[in-house]
C-alpha cells in the first residue's frame, strides 16, 4: 500500500501503522512461542508451512523457500540441512531439471506442521483486524486526497 506523497500522515496514521505493527510482533511472538512448545524452530516452522503451501504442488526448491522467507541462498540451505537433520524434510532431485532441488515433507514434518497450524488459525483474526484498519485509513487518505485535490 502507498500512501499519497503530498498527504502528511495523521495522528490515526500512525495509530493505525502502530497497532498493525503491534499486530504482527503480537502473532509473530506468538508463532515463536509455539513452535518452541513444539520442539522446531520458528524459522523451521516457517519453512514446513512454505514447502506445503506452495502454489500448486506439495513441494518446493530452496530458491523458492529462500524467496517466501526473505532470506539468502546459503540460509536456506543451512536451514533445509538443519530441518533434514531433524527428520523434517527431505531433498530430492527434481527429475526433469537435475539443477533443481526439491525440497518434501517427512511424516515427522508434516505432523509438526498440522499441530502448529491448526494452533496459528485462532491468532490470525487480530492480524486481519489490523489489516482492515490500516486498509482503511489508506483510502479515507486518498479520498481526502482527492478532496484537497479537487
Known amino acids: 500500500m502507498t500512501l499519497p506523497k503530498t498527504a502528511p500522515p495523521t495522528k490515526a496514521t500512525f495509530e493505525a501503522l502502530s497497532n498493525f505493527r503491534y499486530q504482527l510482533r503480537m ?19 516457517q519453512l514446513l508451512l512454505h514447502v506445503c503451501g ?22 536456506t540451505v543451512a536451514l533445509v540441512t538443519r530441518c533434514e537433520d531433524a527428520g523434517l524434510v527431505e531433498r530430492r532431485r527434481d527429475p526433469t531439471d537435475r539443477r533443481q ?7 515427522a514434518g508434516r505432523r509438526h506442521l498440522r499441530r502448529l497450524a491448526a494452533q496459528h488459525r485462532g491468532e490470525l483474526g487480530a492480524l486481519y483486524l489490523a489489516i482492515g484498519k490500516l486498509k482503511d485509513e489508506a483510502a479515507w487518505l486518498e479520498q481526502e486526497q482527492g478532496r484537497a485535490a479537487g
Open 27 to 45: 502473532f509473530m511472538r506468538f508463532s515463536e512461542d509455539v513452535a518452541a512448545a513444539d520442539g522446531i524452530t520458528s524459522l523451521q516452522y
Open 54 to 75: 506452495f502454489p500448486g504442488r506439495e513441494w518446493a526448491t530452496i530458491g523458492e523457500i529462500a524467496e517466501r522467507l526473505q532470506s539468502q541462498h546459503h540460509g
Open 101 to 107: 532441488v526439491q525440497v518434501h515433507l517427512l511424516p
